[in-house]
């Protein structure tokens, strides 16, 4: 049994658990000061019903209205297929230490499974307390994938008023530009006790300017508020200091309060060296075509926005000049009017360019979900059909692209195997297909994840193994074998196929 990818995994758990005792419930370092923590008091909750129905029959399940909140998610068993013994035979410190190392950048299905786990409900882990440590560890890592809406949903699914769950709320609103609800409730609800900035950012943001300058003048008065942070809030209540004044430093720590002050004074932050959640600030209307395309392509590059805001991002003009993400849009509208068309030819002759620039910008995936369908209605040939069917691998139309496609070549053959899950006729060509291989050919799961299973700690097992797999896309590729092997033990059939045939198709840094 190999111990090098396990040994890796627990130091990164262990370096997270230590990062983790300064500030315990947020694995992100960028959350606005919105609130003040002191006034912390138990989650309260607001769990949707329809918890009946879970997979595992002999599940012990305790009450969703119970103490903790870990038990707030937004998809039911129905949904996720998964039993609501999730994570209840789990200690909760174990979970929350392997969601908040898990890595922000992975396969789309191998994404898609964690976020599927992020956001199930499920009966909280057995040692549970009230300060719902296992949801805010859910929710920030949806916030450090730059999941927003799915983030938002989350976290509404809560207890608002409860500040450590607000503050984040604030702060998702503050990069999707929806703060109105927000500023609201810190203005009426007295009991969040706001941090001077946000009070007077919300404040401002009302209208409220001689109550927001009374609120500032108070608190330098009192020595309340960080130097650097006292020079950008009186720039941001006064507007005539921006034409006399030299621009302000950047601060070591930029949340997205203090990065919406610095764009309201007129010093907007470029957020392509932030955290990928501050890429969903220049989504907004407000922002360059140009700007929302790179924010979006980032995005999409993470599976973070649907495949549609993508699509309509680049057809929204026509390009203003030429070369990177210019030629990117021109290429996806050109291939957009001709699959729009029904037109063979027209699609043959240009969707190797559209291929070539969603290879540049590693959106493979998303285009794949948009156009597979279309592509395989057509009479194609030669290069465009082979191209086609590459991406219907892609696509969640694999299985049955698999059923009638007819291979050119042994590597073809062997995607088909896998999209149909069974590799038994068909011999690896590589060192990536034989990792393949020994998944579908009967690998045993690790001794660790037997283990688990066997404790009915399902939701451990697979967090672990999606933290093998990533350890597999760059060091061994056993850690990739085992954790497909995982998938299939439980059940995840589908999950083991797509990120089979994603690892095989994709080409990505190790």
């Given at each position: ?15 997270t ?44 399940v305790?009450?969703?209205?119970s ?38 950048s ?13 956001l ?31 983030a ?28 109105e ?23 401002a943001?009302g ?10 003048n ?22 005539h200091?921006?034409?006399i ?14 990065f ?30 140009r ?11 993470a ?7 993508l ?6 003009r ?98 088909i ?41 399902l939701?451990?097992?697979l ?7 990533g ?29 089979a ?5 994709l080409?990505?840094?190790?």
């Amino acid at each position: 049994m190999r111990f090098a990818g396990t040994i890796s995994l627990l130091a990164l758990i262990a370096s997270t658990a230590s990062a983790q005792s300064e500030e315990p419930l947020s694995a992100i370092d960028w959350l606005s000061r919105s609130v003040d923590p002191t006034t912390e008091q138990p989650l309260g909750q607001a769990v949707p019903n329809g918890m009946e129905g879970a997979v595992d029959e002999d599940v012990t399940v305790t009450p969703l209205d119970s103490a903790s909140p870990d038990t707030v998610g937004i998809l039911s068993a129905q949904i996720t297929g998964l039993p609501m013994n999730l994570w209840q035979q789990s200690d909760e410190s174990t979970l929350v230490n392997l969601v908040n190392a898990e890595r922000t950048s992975m396969l789309p299905a191998v994404q898609d499974l964690l976020v599927t786990l992020l956001l199930a409900e499920a009966v909280a882990p057995h040692d549970a307390g009230s300060d719902g440590e296992l949801f805010l560890a859910r929710l920030d890592k949806l916030l450090d994938l730059g999941q927003l809406e799915q983030a938002q949903a989350l976290v509404e699914a809560a207890d608002l008023k409860r500040p450590e769950i607000f503050r984040r709320w604030f702060d998702i609103s503050l990069l999707t530009g929806t703060e109105e609800a927000t500023c609201a409730m810190l203005n009426d609800v007295p009991d969040l006790s706001p941090t001077e900035a946000a009070q007077i950012f919300c404040l401002a943001r009302g209208g409220d300017w001689d109550d927001a300058v009374l609120v500032f003048n108070t608190a330098r008065a009192l020595g309340d508020m960080p130097a650097d942070l006292e020079l950008l809030v009186e720039r941001f209540l006064d507007a005539h200091l921006d034409d006399i004044s030299a621009p302000l430093e950047q601060p070591e720590r930029l949340s997205p309060l203090v990065f919406r002050m610095f764009e309201a004074i007129g010093e907007p932050i470029a957020t392509t060296s932030l955290p990928r959640a501050f890429a969903y600030a220049d989504l907004r209307d407000i922002m360059s075509w140009r700007t929302r395309l790179e924010a979006a392509e980032r995005l999409a590059r993470a599976d973070a926005i649907n495949s549609n805001v993508l699509r309509a991002l680049y057809e929204e003009r026509s390009p203003a000049a030429s070369g990177g993400v210019w030629d990117r849009a021109e290429a996806f509208q050109q291939f957009s009017t001709a699959i729009n068309a029904g037109d063979p030819s027209a699609v043959s002759s240009t969707l190797p360019a559209a291929w070539a620039a969603m290879e540049e910008a590693r959106a493979e995936a998303p285009f794949a979900r948009l156009f597979a369908a279309d592509l395989a209605r057509l009479p194609l040939t030669g290069v465009a059909k082979k191209l086609a069917f590459r991406i219907a691998m892609l696509s969640p139309e694999y299985e049955e692209a698999a059923q009638t496609y007819v291979p050119t070549d042994v590597d073809e053959a062997f995607y088909i195997a896998v999209a149909r899950g069974d590799v038994s006729e068909v011999e690896p060509q590589s060192d990536k297909q034989r990792t393949i291989y020994n998944a579908f050919q009967g690998t045993p799961v690790p001794d660790i994840t037997s283990t688990l299973l066997g404790e009915r700690k399902l939701g451990e097992a697979l967090l672990r193994a999606i933290a093998t797999f990533g350890e597999g896309m760059t060091g061994d590729p056993v850690g990739i074998t085992e954790a497909l092997a995982t998938f299939r033990a439980v059940g995840l059939e589908d999950v083991a196929r797509r990120a089979a045939l994603e690892y095989l198709l994709l080409e990505r840094p190790s």
